[in-house]
């Protein structure tokens, strides 16, 4: 225990560490010791002395930091960034209602409505959690003339009758026009009866969210770069749903709070349903399915069916509306919030076109022309220019190359019995080749403009790895016939070799050194796995003339 001082005539002891040497080393807030004269709460709870030590700064001479607290300070330094964004911005703060704007007869979170008028008078779908939303087509039926979709032409006439019928009669006071500028109270959104995210249920308080918040950026966001910290507070995120704030506590208490992990994983679940059961829609509801994928337990298997209906729900809300000018007199917020949107869209669309070429099942999400504009989008956001929506871009560009190939490859599948009509997959392969070569040099430039850490060329040259190893093994699959393995055959075994012993270095050896290698989504472990077992099968085919430990000597350096 700490002990008080023994003379009561001493000068009091000024505490300069900030925590003691218990939550030092675990790397948390140290709470309940401020006053110095009694131990915190970790400390009590443990029943260990609570012992406050002086830093030793600076480092021994000679001595380096590690890749991984190099890393670490730089994003600690962008985080910090981002959260003064936050103050400057007011979006940390409880906004004041309206006192011209009453106040929604409705508490319960299915009715919430975005209080802003930014969503729809400039062609953005609302962002409604209740069941009955804005339809992104019923915006479009002046655009596009054609009556050939059934569900547009049955509308359409019924709105005509009822028009003509049953006219209903609207209350002058539905047309109070509401304050445009004005962003939504960040107040917590009202849960469901019976239902409880973290900190309602007791689990945890608003700072230790807070601190939960600053280790999934840190940490768990670089891998799935779908979250923006200058726009994703505690108080933001809580305002706009409950299922997002807890599903994101959820994946930091796996980390960070082990023993807060199944509680947390409970609740999710239980708003999950709800959500799904109440019809929830909003782009937050997109972010927590998700996220409840990423990081998921090994007999979860309900990921396709989660980004399935996450899919359905982005174009519902018309999240791939593609726009060539942002709308006029954007605030900053609201140019925030607009990205928002489109960044869950393209993490979406790269997160189904991996589940296809995982799973060899179709992909949802088609390419649009917001897909096909995606190339420039991480320079859309002003400056400086974000590495995270540099990935995003480089992903999607890396999926659509991805998919042109495995369609060609299918398609070569399906008509194998055609004889004259299979594809020449030689030629799909240089030039999926040499596609990716550029995508290289091309994201790999643009990561430069945007001073990008280790980590991020890694993380981007990981997937671009795992894309070519893929690809290539339909070159050395045994449905390749005979007269075709010659040269390209040794040139498409040799390109799948080297690349999974690269994706395993960059696992092994990379993701080790930066500290990071346990955040990893689900992703990141297929493609791991695949280029383990990738190998294992290559070796485990060797002619009997070519030594096995020979093979493991050469692949074992370069792990």
Known sequence: MFTKPHSSSKAPIVRN????????????????????????????????????????????????????????????????????????????TVF??????????????????SSDAYGSADGYAASSVSSRTVDPEEEE???????????????RENSFFRTILNPEHKSPMLHVPRNPYLPQSLRPA??????????????????????????????????INLFDPALHSVAYVRSKCPLLFTTLIMAGCKFFEPSLYKECLR???????????????????????????????????RTWMYIGYACRMAVELGLNRYHAKPPAHETEFQLRERRNRERTYLVLFVHDRSLSMQTGRHWMLPEDDFIRHSDTWHEQGGTPIRCEDVIVSAFAQLRRIATEA?????TNRSL?????SQVNIDMVLKNCNAKLALWTSTWDHEMRKANGESFHFSFTNLFCLYSSLFLNSFGVQSSVPPANRTNSHVRALSACFENALNVLGIASKDFREFGVLRYGQETTSVMTAYSAIFLLKVISALPPNLSKVDVLALATPEL
Not at 17 to 28: D, G, I, L, S, Y
């Open 406 to 410: 495995t369609d060609m490859f299918h």
């Open 416 to 420: 194998s019995d055609g004889g004259n």
């Open 190 to 223: 009202p849960l469901p009866i019976g239902y409880n995210d973290p900190i309602t249920a007791g689990l945890i308080n608003e700072n230790k969210a807070k601190i939960l918040f600053d280790a999934i950026f840190l940490r768990l966001n670089p891998f």
């Open 96 to 113: 004041p209602a309206d006192p011209r704007t009453p106040q929604a007869d409705n508490t319960q979170f299915g009715g919430l409505q």
């Open 17 to 92: 560490p900030r925590a003691c040497t218990v939550c030092r080393a675990a790397k948390m807030k140290c709470v309940g010791a401020e006053d110095g004269l009694k131990s915190c709460q970790r400390c009590t709870r443990t029943g260990v002395e609570c012992v406050f030590e002086k830093h030793r700064r600076g480092r021994k001479p000679g001595s380096k930091l590690s890749e991984a607290s190099k890393m670490l300070r730089r994003l600690e330094k962008g985080l910090n960034t981002a959260k003064l964004k936050q103050s400057d911005s007011s979006l940390s």
């Open 141 to 155: 039926d002046g655009e596009r003339s054609d009556e050939k979709f059934p569900a547009k032409l049955i509308r």
């Open 267 to 301: 609740l999710a679940n239980d708003l999950a349903v709800r959500a799904f059961a109440e019809g929830w829609k909003r782009v937050e509801v997109i972010q927590a399915f998700s996220c409840l994928t990423y990081w998921r337990e090994q007999e979860d298997n």
